[in-house]
């Protein structure tokens, strides 16, 4: 007896659910894939702005990157500029890709702290293309063998959605206009057996994927699945986004500038700047938050601020019976690291990698739960690490400064303050050279470098690393610029 799923519902659309929908459609040939929206039901995008495994992603679907960038009015990004973070007037980068390669076998920025107990104070962004090319305003692709050159995108998500439906539905994804009004489930399993729409239409399957954000009427209304509270870590609970009108080309990267109680995003797109204050409302008000958001656009604004409330934290199981939470429905983490879309990718990778059979074995629902707890946890960390090393004296930072923080990271900060590593587990979205970017630009020097490094002549070192910092000046300089680079390869419908 055949014992595999043949069909499979989605049940939200937005940039989850068209994900999900494509990537299974694309992977699983042959089920039966639908898609349940609402029109009437609004989409809160998951942020404008993306990590390089998106870049694969697109890939395996076969898009074009100019044509993905063109459809969706985007454009590229090399890292996320910090400003203020920290203290007042601290600028630092977190670039999409690492310092060099090792020399040695030990990481450059051993040799960066080498140099700097001799008393150089070059900064370790002057070791990072990606720096040097966003500074400068330059793109140019990146070879894929490289792997201190990655870069990510920022974009129109509903844009995306419409262009990922469409190709959705090329490969034989059947979407459905409704509402639903109730859900039916088996009497003695609790499994979900069918969708009633409001115009009294049925929709049946075998599995389903709940991509209703925040509402998470599957995974949370339905099965009841308790949601795991994190926001004695993460504090920031609103967030109010607006649309500007651009100042000059878009730079290649996304800026985050802290604020009093939080912090503000720039996400520039060939039409238009997205642009939001992510805050705590405990310690600023709704109204002087929108007044902090408005008075730091750099072009007019080109509709009303929206303003929504959220919860950082998870459901305790994304995968509950039949249903697999994707997105927003299965977790939420503050869109400090652009890592909304990323979570989608890797709930459906991880889906497909275990897609389940009709006996739904627990052991394979647990492993997969499991995984994916371990990789919100793990940014959850890389997070608060932003906020925890403040040494901002506002109220909201100076709590977060005097905050419990979790043991995984706790042990994380010790090695790399004793001895400049950094203690990497399972399920780690970001590697050392992205620990090494928001640890150091945040003030946190290690008491040494490696022995290693330490064995190398002080001169060698000091020409070596000299001669690294004029090839990474020299590479950028030489690329085109970001905007020329989006007119030629890129344009979309407003450049």
Aim: with cysteine; charged share 20%; glycine share 10%.
């Amino acid at each position: 007896m055949d014992e595999r799923i043949q069909s499979i519902t989605v049940l939200g659309g937005g940039t989850a659910g068209w994900m999900a929908a494509s990537m299974l459609a694309h992977m699983l040939p042959g089920r039966t894939i639908t898609v349940v929206e609402s029109e009437e039901i609004g989409i809160i995008g998951v942020g404008e702005a993306s990590v390089p495994i998106l870049r694969l992603f697109n890939e395996l679907l076969g898009i074009r990157e100019e044509d993905f960038i063109a459809a969706t009015n985007g454009s590229f990004k090399l890292g996320i500029e910090f400003r203020d973070w920290g203290e007042p007037g601290n600028v630092h980068f977190h670039g999409f890709g690492g310092y060099g390669d090792p020399i040695r076998n030990v990481p450059p920025h051993h040799y960066w702290l080498r140099l700097r107990q001799a008393g150089e104070q070059s900064p370790i962004d002057d070791y990072s293309l990606p720096y040097a090319m966003a500074r400068r305003g330059k793109f140019s692709p990146a070879d894929p063998r490289d792997p201190n050159y990655l870069y990510a995108f920022h974009f129109d998500a509903a844009l995306y959605a419409a262009f990922l439906r469409d190709f959705a539905v090329s490969k034989g994804v059947t979407r459905i206009e409704g509402k639903v009004v109730d859900v039916e489930q088996n009497g003695e399993s609790g499994f979900i057996e069918a969708l009633k729409l409001a115009d009294g239409t049925s929709v049946g399957g075998e599995l389903f994927i709940d991509c209703t954000g925040f509402a998470s009427v599957l995974i949370g209304r339905v099965l009841k699945t308790p949601f795991v509270d994190w926001s004695r870590w993460l504090p920031v609970d609103s967030a109010i986004a607006v649309p500007s009108v651009p100042n000059g080309e878009p730079t290649p990267f996304t800026r985050s500038t802290a604020r009093e109680a939080g912090w503000q995003w720039r996400i520039p797109l060939q039409n238009r700047v997205g642009n939001g204050h992510v805050y705590s409302s405990r310690f600023i008000s709704d109204d002087a938050a929108r007044a902090a958001l408005l008075g730091g656009l750099d072009g007019e604004p080109m509709a009303e601020p929206r303003m929504f409330r959220f919860t950082s934290g998870h459901r305790a199981q994304f995968w509950n019976r039949n249903c697999v939470a994707v997105g927003f429905a299965g977790g939420f983490l503050e869109p400090l690291e652009s890592t909304g879309i990323q979570l989608i990718q890797t709930a459906v990778a991880r889906l497909i990698e275990y897609f389940p059979d009709r006996s739904s074995n627990p052991t394979v629902t647990a492993e997969y739960n499991r995984i994916t707890t371990g990789e919100l946890e793990r940014i959850r960390d890389f997070i608060i690490a932003h906020y925890c090393l403040s040494r901002r004296a506002e109220p909201m930072w100076a709590a977060c400064r005097e905050m419990e923080i979790p043991d995984s990271l706790r042990h994380k900060l010790e090695v790399w303050e004793a001895c400049g590593y950094v203690a990497l587990s399972g399920e780690e979205s970001y590697q050392e050279p992205s620990w090494a970017a928001i640890l150091l630009g945040n003030g946190l020097i290690p008491q040494r470098s490696s022995p290693l490094a330490d064995s190398v002549p002080l001169d060698a070192v000091r020409s070596g690393m000299a001669a690294r910092r004029s090839e990474v000046a020299r590479t950028a300089e030489a690329m085109p610029s970001h905007g020329a680079y989006l007119r030629k390869f890129c344009k979309g419908s407003s450049l």
